[in-house]
């Protein structure tokens, strides 16, 4: 019984996943912002550098940038050539259908390549293992915090039951579930 209650448990990973990456997917593709805003505000800015241009999109023409683009669906295009914003997109593999690009999102997460970031033009990958000690640090001295608190508030509050000290934490405590968890750790 316990065996099949935790197959099926395990077997529920796989449709789960799936579908955090599918909302995530398309949330970041609805969202606004990106690598081709990213450099066509730069672009706007007059703040392009050679280095820039080299590691941001490789063998761009940015000669043209005099053309006007009122029909793109990038906001800093005005005054952008549309064939740079043609060869943008698909350095950057936004030609391609949004199924497509799902499935080889996926191959690439399978493999563990997770590309580079736009921002810091740095593998993915080494980013995560740069913060990865900060990360477990902090989740080892929380489980750590947690444990000592939960455990003895616990045996007191089953000790004490419907005494003040039990109405009294069960309060701080539905009080402090209600504050999020992001705003909860900066305190």
């Keep these: 019984m316990i065996y099949l209650y935790f197959t099926k448990r395990f077997l529920l990973i796989f449709p789960t996943l799936f579908i955090i990456l599918l909302l995530n997917f398309f949330i970041i593709q609805l969202s606004p912002g990106g690598p081709i805003e990213k450099f066509l505000s730069q672009i706007n800015q007059h703040k392009i550098t050679n280095e820039t241009t080299e590691n941001t999109v490789k063998n761009l ?21 549309p064939e740079l914003i043609k060869q943008l997109e698909k350095n950057y593999g ?6 497509e690009r799902f499935v080889n999102m996926l191959k690439k997460y399978i493999a563990f390549d997770f590309g580079e970031s736009f921002y810091q033009d740095k593998k993915i990958i080494d980013l995560i293992i740069e913060k990865l000690p900060v990360s477990i640090s902090l989740g080892l001295w929380t489980m ?6 939960s455990i003895p508030m ?25 504050i999020p968890a992001f705003l909860l750790a900066i305190f």
């Design 61 to 81: 023409d940015v000669k043209n940038l005099s053309t006007n683009n009122f029909g793109s669906k990038y906001q800093g295009s005005i005054g952008i050539d």
């Design 144 to 149: 750590i915090l947690i444990y000592a608190i």
């Design 154 to 178: 616990g045996i007191k509050k089953a000790l004490t039951n419907g005494s003040r000290f039990d109405i009294t934490t069960s309060s701080l405590i539905v009080f402090l579930h209600a």
């Design 94 to 99: 936004f030609d391609k259908p949004i199924t």
